[in-house]
């Protein structure tokens, strides 16, 4: 009978570190997969064994015989008196590993994000905003200046010639205002 119920707990699909036992009613251990040798004769943890025998469906977290702490939950199998407690324990370590990892590969993203973006303003702020401000102020100091040949559409570094741009419908205009 042991050797069928330890090969029926061996055969249960538990992921690393994952553990599957069966005690009595009186809460020794029949079988603990993995190791059902060195468990077997020992006493369910006592909250295990309350939840078992209470029917109360929920998970805890209970230090195994092992040293090892695991999410539990614990259930019984059978009518009275003949039955059976259960208890499937298993290890967060891997779990939480993989949302540490991606929670750091979040952040990663958010903080690059917010670069590229930081960046991606300070060219936009500086090729849209602050070198069409420049072309409009140089040209106004050359006509402060006495050099009123000048003309400030023809600046380079106020975008494309087509009329199109903010900056250069302004510059047009004051180049109109000087002639």
């Not at 690393?16 to 251990?29: C, E, F, K």
């Not at 993995?34 to 805890?60: F, K, N, S, W, Y």
């Not at 936009?124 to 050099?147: H, I, N, S």
């Not at 003309?151 to 010639?161: E, Q, Y």
Request: hydrophobic content about 45%; overall charge positive.
């Amino acid at each position: 009978l042991r050797a069928a119920l330890d090969e029926r707990l061996a055969a249960v699909p538990l992921p690393p570190g994952g553990t599957v036992q069966v005690a009595d009613r009186n809460g020794t251990l029949l079988s603990r997969w993995p190791e059902p040798d060195r468990h077997r004769g020992r006493p369910m943890d006592p909250e295990g064994l309350r939840l078992a025998r209470a029917g109360e469906a929920r998970v805890t977290q209970a230090v195994g015989p092992d040293g090892v702490r695991r999410l539990t939950s614990h259930g019984a199998l059978g009518p009275e008196p003949q039955r059976l407690l259960v208890g499937i324990g298993l290890d967060p370590g891997p779990g939480e590993a993989a949302a540490a990892a991606a929670s750091r590969r979040a952040v990663l993203l958010m903080v690059g994000g917010g670069l590229l973006a930081l960046l991606l303003g300070l060219i936009f702020a500086r090729r849209f905003m602050e070198r069409p401000v420049e072309a409009l102020l140089a040209t106004m100091e050359r006509w402060r200046a006495g050099d009123t040949a000048v003309r400030a559409g023809g600046d380079p570094r106020l975008g494309p010639p087509d009329g199109m741009s903010e900056f250069t419908r302004i510059a047009t205009a004051f180049d109109q205002a000087v002639e």
